[in-house]
């Protein structure tokens, strides 16, 4: 699977839009993005996955450039509850194996 | 609709002793996983399996561990003989085929 690069850390005021990018250079054409969240003490939620086209859930917004070597995740109305570690993952198809976590991006939503 | 059931949430056990952690999965999953957390550090895959068979155990420890999901009931995760570095939060997922991964609270094991 793919290496993932994402940011150590980033701050999003209450009520704004966060962005959370990452990097995929070496992404092959039959690896999927994934992304999760882990809020402390608690299991890591599944937020949204695509392939290439932009994606949309109730959570949020997966934009994946044409290219495919990189991807935003997008909290359009960041809340407090939001604060957490995110990461993203990349893995081969949609189906079943290992999900391997790097160090994500921790995410502090200020008010 | 229930999400994955862990138990017990917390676990403490004294070196030596046997843990047992249970991970009930999602409705209509046949596909369990393992991860490991460490104090301060990320999410390491241990094992994956699919109703009575190991598929992966690529991160498991070779010995002490061992992990099961049989036919009928939760899927097991057995660690003999603890020590204290074996102290961290136990993490199970499940999905169906081509669907995310849906973890559970997972199970934090203390050894003293």
């Known amino acids: 699977d793919a290496k993932t690069t994402q940011p150590p850390s980033m701050d999003c005021a209450e009520g704004r839009a966060a962005n959370l990018p990452c990097n995929h250079s070496?992404?092959?054409?039959?690896?999927?993005v994934y992304w999760y969240r882990q809020i402390h003490s608690q299991g890591p939620q599944y937020i949204i996955h695509?392939?290439?086209n932009n994606e949309t859930n109730e959570m949020a917004s997966l934009i994946i450039t044409e290219d495919r070597k990189s991807s935003t995740l997008i909290l359009p109305h960041a809340t407090l509850r939001d604060t957490a570690v995110y990461y993203c993952?990349?893995?081969?198809?949609?189906?079943?194996?290992?999900?391997?976590f790097g160090q994500g991006t921790t995410l502090q939503v200020k008010p | 609709n229930a999400g994955v059931m862990q138990n017990p949430r917390h676990l403490v056990r004294r070196r030596g002793q046997e843990a047992r952690l249970r991970c009930s999965p999602m409705?209509?999953?046949?596909?369990v996983y393992w991860y490991r957390q460490l104090p301060e550090e990320g999410l390491k895959f241990m094992v994956y399996l699919q109703k009575e068979n190991i598929i992966d155990e690529s991160g498991m420890p070779k010995e002490r561990f061992s992990a099961e999901f049989p036919k009928e009931g939760p899927s097991i995760l057995r660690i003999q003989q603890v020590v204290r570095g074996d102290s961290a939060a136990y993490f199970c997922?499940?999905?169906?085929?081509?669907?995310?991964?849906?973890f559970g609270d997972g199970t934090r094991l203390s050894i003293l």
């Open positions: 695509g392939l290439k």
């Open positions: 997922a499940s999905s169906s085929e081509n669907q995310p991964q849906h």
């Open positions: 409705k209509g999953h046949s596909h």
């Open positions: 993952i990349v893995r081969v198809s949609s189906n079943t194996g290992k999900l391997i």
């Open positions: 070496t992404i092959s054409g039959n690896e999927y």
